[in-house]
């Protein structure tokens, strides 16, 4: 039996993406879509969604979680319900969903997920641990990959020079 598109029923599925098939109209229209998609986005792709109809259009949501949750590979976490068309987490709070946070910064080990909240509070950058080092000036070096819309893609920064020292560690 022939696959069909998830969204158009009527018509032949030509690709399968995050467990779902799709036509050639929304396979075109995903790429439209994926070329509009702010270029520090990484991976660009898969970071759309279906609007309605033969609508698509990037994701609302944070480029830095999405990169993360590739590198993870968490595709089911927290109770969000957007996910890239590959399947992963947009969402900081999803990502660090169920994590246990690292509350002593000498714990902290490659893996680890950072989240620097500014002073509303409120999540919004995330990145990952790649290098976390005993320091005898800084107690730890932590070096964080991320993927920062306000340095156009993925980078590496030192957390305490970068970041001042400040955010969440989560592992899990």
């Keep these: 039996m022939p696959v069909r598109c998830f969204h158009h029923p009527g018509r032949q599925g030509v690709i399968s993406r995050g467990g779902r098939s799709y036509c050639q109209r929304c396979r075109d229209d995903q790429q439209a879509a994926a070329r509009r998609v702010d270029g520090h986005v990484k991976p660009r792709e898969c970071f759309v969604r279906y609007a309605s109809r033969d609508n698509w259009m990037s994701i609302y949501g944070t480029g830095c979680a999405h990169w993360v949750a590739h ?24 990502l660090v969903s169920g994590a246990k946070k690292i509350t ?69």
């Design 71 to 94: 590198q993870k590979r968490l595709m089911h976490r927290g109770a969000g319900s957007e996910r890239c068309l590959d399947g992963y987490i947009v969402r900081i709070p999803d």
């Design 104 to 172: 002593d910064l000498k714990n902290v080990k490659k893996d680890d997920i950072y989240v620097m909240r500014p002073l509303s509070n409120r999540k919004n950058h995330c990145g990952l641990v790649i290098a976390a080092k005993p320091d005898a000036k800084k107690g730890v070096k932590i070096t964080i990959q991320h993927d920062s819309s306000e340095q156009g893609g993925v980078v590496t920064d030192d957390f305490h020079s970068h970041f001042k020292g400040k955010g969440f560690f989560y592992r899990g």
